[in-house]
């Protein structure tokens, strides 16, 4: 708790996730926000999906021990790899930040767009299927 106030929990690899704290503090200026850059472990889109898990769940942890309220993970490898781990563990909300494919290919006049990943990211092989799923959707 800061100030008596529980805080929203905020990490990244490293200091790309400051946006996202910075977006969060726009939208709820009266929420306590906890930053955690763990750039002594950056990057994460080399690491292994089992080195990105359990760095995602240490700083997970220190966060609730901190009082966060809820975890938003501002990395999408730490998002890709671990939401679905930390979400099954523990019992507040845990928001993550994906590319938004859906809504880029939707307005795309020529249906067509681009998508910067780590290779860890895309080594996992989901968004190559969120990819071509686009493609039939709109029918490429």
């Given at each position: ?43 994460y889109g080399e690491k292994t999906d089992a080195f990105i898990k359990a760095r995602s769940r ?77 493609r039939r959707l709109l029918g490429g």
């Open positions: 708790m800061f100030n008596g106030i529980a805080p929203i929990g905020v990490f990244d690899s490293g200091l790309g996730g400051m946006s996202v704290a910075a977006a969060i503090r726009r939208r709820l200026p009266n929420e306590a926000i906890v930053y955690v850059a763990d750039s002594g472990f950056a990057p240490t700083l997970a942890h220190w966060l609730i021990r901190h009082g966060a309220k809820a975890l938003v993970i501002a990395c999408n490898t730490a998002t890709t790899h671990a939401i679905a781990q930390l979400r099954g563990e523990f019992d507040i909300p845990v928001i993550g930040v994906e590319p938004g494919i859906k809504p880029a290919a939707q307005s795309s006049a020529a249906k067509v767009v681009g998508l910067l990943a780590t290779a860890a990211v895309f080594g996992l092989g989901r968004r190559r299927r969120a990819l071509a799923r686009r």
